[in-house]
């Protein structure tokens, strides 16, 4: 027989062991719920916008020549005979001979896109690309209507384009804003990947004012969104059912999507396509200077405490750069009361300045700071600009840094248009040169902020090196020119 005292135990032991196993229970029904209450449901968000997101498929005329052989000509052929078509479709129908060795073909190229109605009257916002040199351009909206589009405006360097089709009472896009975008956030894409319509994914925004290499005027929006080509166009949603973006461009070492896909944000789209409806066109600020990133070496050869800003390469020929005094070597931190933290930072800024008004640039000026006051004026064409930038090529001994150097001749200075500077790397041994990145064929424009303009000249300002201190060093390299922190070791 059991005692009063271990039936006790026994029976609160139980108890004990229920009470747990329901608290538990409790708890992952709890934790079960609070899962299903954050992951978000779309079905009601693509109900809303999907009549409003369209396929855009364009045509091509693209014409090639066809040659036969010199000296061949189409084989006499049973008549009705396959081949002969055959040897007509790739030869053309006289055949090589003596005066049909070249035979024009001309045939169609297509691609598809996606974009979005912005307009009830027909306006079709999409990427530049899509539709760039197509000879025609048909809208596919989501009634299965086709319709031909006008080009209104096409902005390259956004990669933005605004068309028009002939509608009306058209669904539209709800507008949002992509200034309060934070990472972390849901988003969605409808667009037509590989010409699938009106195809739905998710993700969410995996960073914001992502700069690419080629893109200097958007600071795009990085997503994990499945993107893949086809998708270029269509708009990015977040969970108000806004568009918040443009998908524009993915990174993909296959062709598809590998996780990263880049959209513009939709403050920057709107203001392009303002623009191009009002004007056509789209018009941004310019300075008119050459810029790249500060590291660490460069931010201590120039007597920065931190690296951050844009340091000036070059300040081209009557620009408002030239006429506000910019000089080589000056360090943009500020623009406008906006901090420039990148290089990429300051084409952006500019861009977006209003044209023909004064702006004020805080720069370091040889380790000291210093405010200009500048005049903005528009971005020139591309060809222009392309005038206006340096045309580059491409015997002493500097033991000091490892560098054998040569002067430029009179001929060689006019023709890479260089004024009375720079010198030839000829060969780079082992040394600080060599350290700093300097290679053979680099011309030597500028060391520790002083214009180089001879052989003779260039050695003096070497001897005045001080040991252990980073000193920048301007290089023409390719078409371009690079600054690079050279050190002298202890």
């Known amino acids: 027989m059991k005692s009063p005292v271990a039936v006790s135990f026994n029976h609160f032991y139980k108890i004990f062991l229920a009470t747990f196993a329901l608290v538990a229970l409790m708890q992952a029904l709890m934790i079960s719920s609070v899962e299903a209450v954050e992951l978000p449901d779309f079905t009601e968000l693509v109900e809303q916008n999907s009549a409003a997101v369209v396929n855009i498929s364009t045509t091509q005329k693209i014409k090639h020549t066809r040659r036969m052989p010199h000296g061949f000509s189409v084989p006499d052929l049973?008549?009705?005979?396959?081949?002969?078509?055959?040897?007509?479709?790739?030869?053309?129908?006289?055949?090589?001979?003596?005066?049909?060795?070249?035979?024009?073909?001309?045939?169609?190229?297509?691609?598809?896109?996606?974009?979005f109605i912005v307009d009830k009257d027909g306006y079709v916002v999409t990427n530049y690309h899509v539709i760039k040199d197509a000879d025609e351009i048909i809208v596919k909206l989501s009634d299965r209507r086709e319709l031909k589009a006008k080009i209104i405006g096409g902005d390259e360097r956004s990669d933005m384009a605004l068309l028009k089709i002939d509608a009306s009472d058209l669904p539209v896009v709800k507008i949002g804003k992509s200034g309060d975008l934070k990472v972390g956030e849901w988003a969605m894409?409808?667009?037509?990947?590989?010409?699938?319509?009106?195809?739905?994914?998710?993700?969410?925004?995996?960073?914001?004012?992502?700069?690419?290499?080629?893109?200097?005027?958007?600071?795009?929006?990085?997503?994990?969104?499945?993107?893949?080509?086809?998708?270029?166009?269509?708009?990015?949603?977040?969970?108000?059912?806004?568009?918040?973006?443009?998908?524009?461009?993915?990174?993909?070492?296959?062709?598809?999507?590998?996780?990263?896909?880049?959209?513009?944000?939709?403050?920057?789209?709107?203001?392009?396509i303002a623009q191009l409806k009002e004007k056509g066109k789209v018009a941004r600020g310019w300075l008119g200077i050459l810029i790249q990133d500060v590291n660490r070496e460069l931010a201590e050869s120039f007597g920065m405490d931190d690296p951050r800003g844009a340091v000036v390469l070059q300040v081209m020929p009557d620009s408002p750069a030239e006429k506000a005094g910019f000089k080589v070597g000056d360090v943009v931190v500020e623009f406008n009361g906006k901090k420039i933290i990148r290089s990429s930072d300051l084409p952006l800024a500019v861009g977006q300045a209003p044209i023909d008004v004064r702006a004020r640039v805080k720069l370091i000026r040889e380790g000291k700071s210093k405010t200009l006051s500048v005049i903005?004026?528009?971005?020139?064409?591309?060809?222009?600009?392309?005038?206006?930038?340096?045309?580059?090529?491409?015997?002493?001994?500097?033991?000091?840094?490892?560098?054998?150097?040569?002067?430029?001749?009179?001929?060689?200075?006019?023709?890479?248009?260089?004024?009375e500077r720079g010198i030839v790397v000829?060969?780079?041994?082992?040394?600080?040169?060599?350290?700093?990145?300097?290679?053979?064929?680099?011309?030597?424009?500028?060391?520790?902020?002083?214009?180089?303009?001879?052989?003779?000249?260039?050695?003096?300002?070497?001897?005045?090196?001080?040991?252990g201190k980073s000193t920048p060093v301007l290089v023409q390299r390719g078409n371009a020119p690079i600054f690079l922190p050279l050190k002298i070791p202890e």
């Open 189 to 272: 894409a409808i667009g037509s990947p590989f010409g699938f319509d009106h195809s739905v994914s998710v993700g969410v925004i995996s960073a914001i004012g992502r700069n690419l290499p080629s893109e200097n005027y958007v600071p795009f929006i990085q997503t994990d969104v499945a993107i893949n080509p086809g998708n270029s166009g269509g708009p990015l949603f977040n969970l108000d059912g806004e568009v918040i973006g443009i998908n524009s461009q993915i990174y993909s070492r296959t062709g598809g999507f590998m996780g990263l896909s880049f959209a513009i944000p939709i403050d920057v789209a709107m203001d392009v």
């Open 78 to 115: 049973p008549e009705g005979s396959p081949f002969g078509d055959l040897f007509r479709h790739f030869f053309g129908e006289g055949g090589g001979g003596n005066n049909n060795d070249e035979m024009p073909e001309e045939f169609k190229s297509q691609s598809l896109g996606s974009g």
């Open 426 to 467: 000829r060969s780079v041994e082992k040394g600080p040169a060599q350290d700093a990145g300097i290679r053979r064929g680099d011309v030597i424009l500028m060391l520790d902020s002083k214009d180089v303009k001879n052989i003779k000249q260039f050695s003096k300002i070497v001897k005045g090196l001080k040991k």
């Open 376 to 419: 903005i004026a528009e971005l020139p064409a591309e060809e222009v600009l392309a005038e206006n930038s340096p045309a580059v090529t491409q015997k002493g001994k500097e033991s000091r840094l490892g560098l054998v150097v040569e002067d430029l001749t009179a001929e060689q200075r006019q023709r890479l248009q260089l004024g």
